[in-house]
């Protein structure tokens, strides 16, 4: 399929599913761990929330990184010398 530089509706559509779906996945998980009746505490939410930010972070740079590698000819092969 050539991209054409737009998104069609359909695929519109389908992010918007996407993320509906995640919404009402994440809203029935708290009613699942309301029901485990272990509740957490205010550090335990911050370190939940900072683990969670921090590991999006550093999956950003990684790939920030690579692409950056890419683009500028680190990843590319160099011929064997003397041929």
């Known amino acids: 399929m050539f991209y054409s ?3 069609s509706r359909t695929f519109i559509v389908w ?6 779906g995640l919404g009402a996945l994440l809203w029935g998980a708290t009613f ?3 029901g485990l009746g ?11 929330i900072l683990g969670g930010v921090l590991t999006l972070g ?3 740079g ?8 890419a ?3 680190h990843d590319d092969i160099d011929p064997p ?3």
């Open 81 to 83: 010398a003397g041929s």
């Open 71 to 73: 683009r500028h000819g």
């Open 15 to 20: 992010i918007v599913a996407a993320l509906v």
């Open 5 to 7: 530089g737009q998104m």
């Open 38 to 48: 272990s509740g957490l505490s205010g550090h335990g939410w911050f370190a939940y």
């Open 62 to 69: 990684l790939f920030a990184l690579s692409f950056y590698s």
């Open 58 to 60: 550093l999956s950003a």
């Open 32 to 34: 699942f761990w309301q």
